[in-house]
């Protein structure tokens, strides 16, 4: 009976926690952003810190890396934005057109579907709106961008002299040390690999889409950078818009290359280039993906999906890096042999 007394009052805290994330969004959201930025840029400022750069130094080319690439996609975001929000409409009233003709052509062809498939089953526009609200989203983070860059540089600030509090607060710091250090050690290699690959994933999507003429090239290849965090699923939810703009624009011909384009890029920097530099062991269950893309979406918003996935392979590395809880880890994993190494 105790144990089932615990379990309902586990559940009831997790509903409650769960509760207050939910109705804290617009202040954790912030936070958990600046986390995550202050992880990719910590990567750059260990790097030069371990080649012998003095910290100010160092400190001072991470920070103007941060406001360098801050100040570039306030540029891109908020003008692009504006300008794909006021085509929205447009797009969409397309998008019915061309199913209106495709479900005239089937019908031509004795493949009737149901009247009301284009409305309440199939909307094509769907992908458009979850596009808008995402780039949205975004532009709204962009109002909260002092205090997310404040909050970054004092991370950084703080993780310089992390170690030495860390000897005077724990009476025997050694194993928690060696412990932080193969955790650090590992999110920032994940973080570091996993944004160059990302960016290299942006710019490879932006120059296709450039080359072919499409409109809002330099938005949908931001939108393949950010999704590309999400393994599997992201690539496919960065693809799609972008084809249907192709489709709109240039045709069915254009759309189609777009689409082979897309697969090429993720095929080669997901399949060979990612997991070569990576590892197979810092994998994630594709179920495991699934689950918090649609909880942290759920709970945080749009932006909430984006940080899902890194969110989660955090607590995994942290899992495997102690041995009393790798078996959890392991639960997280892709599945694959490595996994248990």
């Given amino acids: ?65 941060l406001v360098l690439a801050g100040l570039l996609v306030v540029l891109v975001v908020g003008h692009s934005v504006k300008e794909f929000s006021a085509s929205l409409p447009h797009y969409q009233e397309r998008l019915h057109e061309e199913f209106s003709r495709l479900t005239t052509w089937l019908a031509t062809h004795q493949i009737v579907l149901p009247s009301d498939i284009s409305t309440e089953t199939f909307d094509p526009s769907i992908a458009m709106r979850l596009a808008g609200r995402m780039f949205d989203s975004l532009s709204s983070l962009l109002a909260d961008g002092l205090l997310i860059a404040f909050t970054v540089i004092f991370i950084l600030m703080e993780s310089a002299g992390f170690p030495e509090k860390l000897h005077r607060a724990l009476p025997a710091p050694q194993g928690t040390e060696a412990f932080l250090n193969r955790f650090v050690e590992d999110v920032n290699r994940y973080m570091g690999i996993k944004t160059a690959v990302s960016i290299l994933t942006g710019l490879l999507v932006t120059l296709v889409l450039v080359f072919i003429g499409a409109d809002f090239a330099i938005l949908w290849g931001l939108l393949a950078f950010l999704l590309n965090y999400i393994p599997n699923i992201g690539s496919i939810l960065a693809a799609v818009p972008a084809v249907l703009v192709v489709f709109i624009q240039l045709g069915g011909t254009s759309a189609l290359g777009t689409i082979l384009a897309y697969a090429v890029i993720n095929m080669v920097m997901g399949s060979v280039i990612e997991p070569r530099l990576m590892g197979r062991s810092l994998g994630l269950s594709t179920l495991v993906v ?51 190494d």
């Fill in 290 to 340: 699934f689950v918090s893309l649609v909880f942290w979406g759920w709970v945080l918003g749009p932006v909430g999906m984006l940080l899902s996935v890194p969110l989660t392979m955090v607590i995994k590395i942290g899992l495997d890096s102690n041995p009393d809880t790798r078996s959890a880890g392991i639960l997280l994993g892709s599945g694959s042999a490595a996994d248990g």
């Fill in 1 to 65: 009976m105790n144990r089932v007394s615990n379990g309902l009052v586990v559940s009831a805290a997790l509903v409650v926690v769960v509760a207050g994330l939910k109705a804290a969004a617009p202040l954790i959201v912030p936070f958990l952003l600046s986390i995550f930025l202050a992880i990719i840029f910590g990567s750059p400022l260990f790097w030069l810190r371990r080649r012998g750069v003095p910290a100010a130094a160092s400190f001072g080319v991470v920070i103007a890396a």
